[in-house]
T-cell receptor, first 112, second 113 residues
Framework: NAGVTQTPKFRILKIGQSMTLQCTQDMNHNYMYWYRQDPGMGLKLIYYSVGAGITDKGEVPNGYNVSRSTTEDFPLRLELAAPSQTSVYFC???????????FGQGTRLTVV | SQKIEQNSEALNIQEGKTATLTCNYTNYSPAYLQWYRQDPGRGPVFLLLIRENEKEKRKERLKVTFDTTLKQSLFHITASQPADSATYLCALGGGGSQGNLIFGKGTKLSVKP
């Protein structure tokens, strides 16, 4: 099993550009998450989904959008990139409540 | 707003000693608490889960306690080894928001030989 796969691993964006961070999981997990991690700041929840067609805002949703059209995929969209969005982004999935989360390897994004 | 605090950013201990990490939370009633390990440049990896009705959980050299009255969890690594050096994160889930899983900032543990 591949687990949780994120692409790309690295990306440099110019201010105002847009991009989509891809996340896919092959474990048939219902719950999926997007976090950002800044140095010394831990993981901040951006958006999450408890199933296909259902998404909810986390702690820091501004500047981001998500969709969940299939169980496997949970892309994160940045419409107008800003320097404040420079961070490492992690996607995670889990089967349901009371279960462990599996993380992807992360996407390091720099906005210049 | 919900708040999770891990007692210190960094903890340095000698090999063989017991490392104790603390996770406190406010404005939240979690149904369970999880602990993860994160190595540099990698995603977090799950270690243990403890539910609100459980006082203690053990796995090999790891032990977790959960006190919902104090709103605190303690994470212990006994007979610590240099290979245990990493950042440890606590995460809370359940409560009022289905599916929500929020993390603390983490504690960086360094075990010196």
């Amino acid at each position: 099993n591949a687990g949780v796969t994120q692409t790309p691993k690295f990306r440099i964006l110019k201010i105002g550009q847009s991009m989509t961070l891809q996340c896919t999981q092959d474990m048939n997990h219902n719950y999926m998450y997007w976090y950002r991690q800044d140095p010394g700041m831990g993981l901040k929840l951006i958006y999450y989904s408890v199933g296909a067609g259902i998404t909810d805002k986390g702690e820091v949703p501004n500047g981001y959008n998500v969709s969940r059209s299939t169980t496997e995929d949970f892309p994160l969209r940045l419409e107008l990139a800003a320097p404040s969005q420079t961070s490492v982004y992690f996607c995670a999935s889990r089967k349901g409540q009371h279960t462990e989360a599996f993380f992807g390897q992360g996407t390091r994004l720099t906005v210049v | 707003s919900q708040k999770i605090e891990q007692n210190s950013e960094a903890l340095n201990i000698q090999e063989g000693k017991t490392a104790t990490l603390t996770c406190n939370y406010t404005n939240y009633s979690p149904a369970y608490l999880q602990w993860y390990r994160q190595d540099p440049g990698r995603g977090p990896v799950f270690l243990l889960l403890i539910r609100e009705n459980e006082k203690e959980k053990r796995k090999e050299r790891l032990k977790v306690t959960f006190d919902t009255t104090l709103k605190q969890s303690l994470f212990h690594i006994t007979a610590s080894q240099p290979a245990d050096s990493a950042t440890y994160l606590c995460a809370l889930g359940g409560g009022g928001s289905q599916g929500n899983l929020i993390f603390g900032k983490g504690t960086k543990l360094s075990v010196k030989p």
